[in-house]
């Protein structure tokens, strides 16, 4: 599946068919937020080394960090506005501005249900995620700051971060969805 497949199955899966009572009746029974394994196009996967997201190469003794992803259902849904965290889904990518004024992603806590469930704009939690270069490769454009996207850096072991497109960082990554292991609730 393309990431946009995989997004529009996102949004169609959290979706509340009416009443928002039964929204948490027919979400109950889907397993989110989604897992993903998400890698640079240079091959460096995304790992947690204390409370910073870095970019490495992948070895057999190194353990999975996977993302977590809601949409986004207040934005734009053409533009598939995603929420994204780490796997323990109390810790969440924002971005801000640095002191210098240039956008950065970082980690904060903050509960990736929670921010589904707000129904806010909340922008600066916010991606939008689109199928880009080619069917398995993606990328994840801050809400809060256009045209800076997530990306790596072309050095192994360096922290994930935004940047424009076209520089030397990394911007498109290959995606996998693992099997769900949280409910909603």
């Known amino acids: 599946m393309s990431w946009d497949q995989e997004v529009a199955a ?9 009443d928002p ?19 640079d196009i240079s091959q460096k996967f995304l790992f947690l080394m204390g409370n910073m997201l870095l970019a490495k190469s992948r070895n057999a ?26 796997s323990d889904k109390n810790h969440c990518f924002s971005c801000v501005k640095s002191g210098e004024g240039q956008p950065q ?12 469930r707000e129904k806010k704009e909340l922008k600066a939690f916010s991606f939008y995620s689109k ?9 994840f454009e801050s809400a809060e700051f256009p045209n800076w996207f997530i990306s790596t850096s072309s050095e192994p072991n360096r922290p994930i971060g935004l940047s424009p497109k076209g520089g030397t960082e990394n911007t498109l ?3 996998e969805r693992k099997d769900n292991y949280f409910v909603m609730r």
């Not at 199928?131 to 990328?139: H, I, M, N, R, V």
């Open 105 to 116: 992603l970082q980690i904060v806590e903050r509960s990736i249900l929670q921010l589904h």
């Open 131 to 139: 199928t880009d270069g080619s069917p398995e490769t993606c990328s």
């Open 21 to 39: 009572e039964d929204y948490v009746l027919q979400t109950a029974s889907v397993r989110i937020p989604w897992l993903f394994r998400i890698w």
């Open 61 to 86: 003794n190194m353990p999975d960090h996977l993302i977590s992803v809601l949409p986004n259902t207040v934005l734009d849904p053409k533009k598939q506005p995603i929420f994204m965290g780490l």
């Open 173 to 175: 990554f290959f995606f």
């Open 10 to 18: 996102l949004f169609s899966d959290t979706r509340p068919e009416s």
